[in-house]
């Protein structure tokens, strides 16, 4: 019998705004996140249509947390999976709970704490070679100069050593034309997807050119079976003991749908962190301050050169990382598809709804966060991160696997850059996100000035007045609001 006490969807609050026939579209595509943080008032639930079709949107952290743990009944699914899908096939990211586990057994190696210290000399070379080929007075775009930064470790670290210039640029150039693509494929209805307008036609030519990109080195690497210390390597060589009525290593597609998919997320979601991380930085110069006099103290217990060995020192740098995740999380909104019936909150759902959870709605709701607008990275002082609440990564079975990757590659390169460079905006005007999957932060623009000696004697004083004694309770340093 069915309990009588669980309510149905129709007492679900449909969200406002909604117009015949297309539903939230509109608002969707104009105002993507004046759109989510209208809805945090409901604080469990709401429904949001898209065209004829409806999705659940959860506001809850309680209720975002039980969807992400029970991925059995709470699968990977929905447009956007669907949209992604197209590039990436069933990688990990992408994949139905039924190939899920063999998969993370199969590529958790790849990411093993002893392997993370050789990506991690990678990362830092890296980035000091980055920050070391700009010069003086320069404006560039950052999102640019990160995708760049990031494309070459991530190649190095995938494959021990970068591509042809030229194929590394191909493949820059079409990984951006790919990711701006997702959002706005995601948005529009499966009739209109498929005309052969030029925008398709791009895409549909960027997403062959860099699976053929992917392929082509994996077949390379087949004829050389040398372990090259690299996460190929790692993939090709994974064994899974457990498998069940499975091959017990990945076959060649799925080398490539995961090599795609490491690809696709090393590069861009890290590069768009360390773009919002800089900018935000250039927006709070007081916290820029104090970011430079960290790393002046780090690099001098070592002659310059940064490496893993650092990480644990970069104490503000961490708590800026955290923060900028928290303001522009990369995944900001996600969707879950019901595998059978099930009860969330209260509320009867059927086997097949789409269930949309949001990063960016949570991470700014003002009963979690005080401020939620506002760039404090001394919030996280003496704090961990909530897990219902804080979740750039996800949460559960699907938690990203490659967190720690990002995070070390994003520290180092941060460093790198503060060491050498004072960040200043350019212009007068707001940067808003360009809303796609992720929250990017194409055509964002910065000064780089270079440090000098007076930069360091200025960072020493901010290091002086900084101590614990005059650090004030949650709230950081004394020269935080000294412009």
């Not at 990678?122 to 999102?143: E, L, M, P, S, Y």
């Not at 919002?276 to 430079?292: D, M, T």
């Amino acid at each position: 019998m069915p309990d009588t006490n669980t309510a149905t969807v129709a007492s679900i609050p449909l969200a406002p705004r909604a117009l015949p026939l297309l539903g939230h579209a509109l608002p969707l595509l104009r105002d993507p996140l004046a759109f989510i943080t209208s809805l945090s008032g409901y604080r469990e639930m709401v429904r949001v249509r898209l065209g004829p079709s409806s999705a659940v949107m959860i506001c809850d952290p309680a209720l975002t947390r039980q969807v992400f743990l029970n991925d059995r009944v709470f699968d990977k699914g929905g447009a956007i999976y669907d949209r992604i899908r197209e590039v990436i096939g069933d990688g990990l990211s992408t994949c139905a709970y039924p190939l899920h586990r063999r998969q993370r057994r199969l590529c958790q190696p790849s990411f093993h704490p002893t392997r993370l210290t050789g990506y991690a000399a990678v990362f830092a070379r890296a980035a000091q070679a980055k920050a070391a080929g700009w010069r003086d007075g320069d404006v560039v775009d950052i999102t640019q100069e990160m995708m760049t930064l990031t494309t070459r470790a991530t190649m190095e670290t995938m494959f021990s050593g970068a591509l042809p210039e030229e194929t590394m640029q191909r493949a820059l150039t079409d990984t951006s034309t790919v990711v701006s693509a997702f959002f706005r494929r995601m948005m529009t209805p499966a009739l209109l997807r498929g005309l052969p307008t030029p925008k398709k036609r791009r895409y549909d030519e960027a997403r062959h050119r860099l699976s053929a990109t992917i392929e082509g080195i994996i077949a390379e690497r087949r004829a050389d079976p040398t372990d090259h210390a690299d996460l190929l390597s790692a993939l090709i060589g994974a064994v899974d003991d457990e498998s069940e009525g499975g091959e017990k290593q990945l076959s060649d597609t799925e080398l490539a749908d995961e090599a795609l998919t490491f690809f696709l997320g090393g590069m861009e979601t890290t590069a768009i962190t360390l773009a919002w991380a800089l900018h935000l930085l250039a927006e709070n110069p007081h916290v820029q301050r104090r970011l430079q006099a960290e790393t002046d103290d780090v690099l001098a217990d070592n002659g310059g050169t940064l490496d893993a060995g650092h990480l644990p020192s970069l104490g503000l740098a961490s708590r800026v990382v955290t923060e900028t995740l928290r303001l522009y999380p990369p995944a900001w909104m996600m969707t879950r598809t019901l595998r059978e019936d099930a009860e969330l909150g209260g509320v009867r759902l059927k086997g097949g709804s789409t269930i949309v959870l949001s990063p960016y709605l949570l991470h700014r709701r003002s009963d979690l966060y005080a401020e939620p607008n506002r760039f404090d990275p001394d919030r996280w002082l003496g704090a961990q991160p909530d897990r219902a609440t804080y979740i750039p990564f996800g949460a559960g079975p699907r938690k990203c696997i490659g967190d720690q990757f990002a995070l070390t590659e994003a520290l180092l390169a941060l460093t790198a850059i503060v060491a050498r460079w004072q960040l200043v905006p350019v212009g007068h005007e707001p940067f808003r996100p360009k809303v796609e999957t992720s929250l990017s932060s194409r055509g964002l623009r910065l000064r780089l000035d270079e440090r000098r000696t007076s930069d360091a004697d200025t960072t020493t004083a901010v290091r002086s007045a900084c101590t614990p004694s005059t650090t004030k309770p949650g709230g950081g340093c004394p020269l935080d609001h000294q412009e």
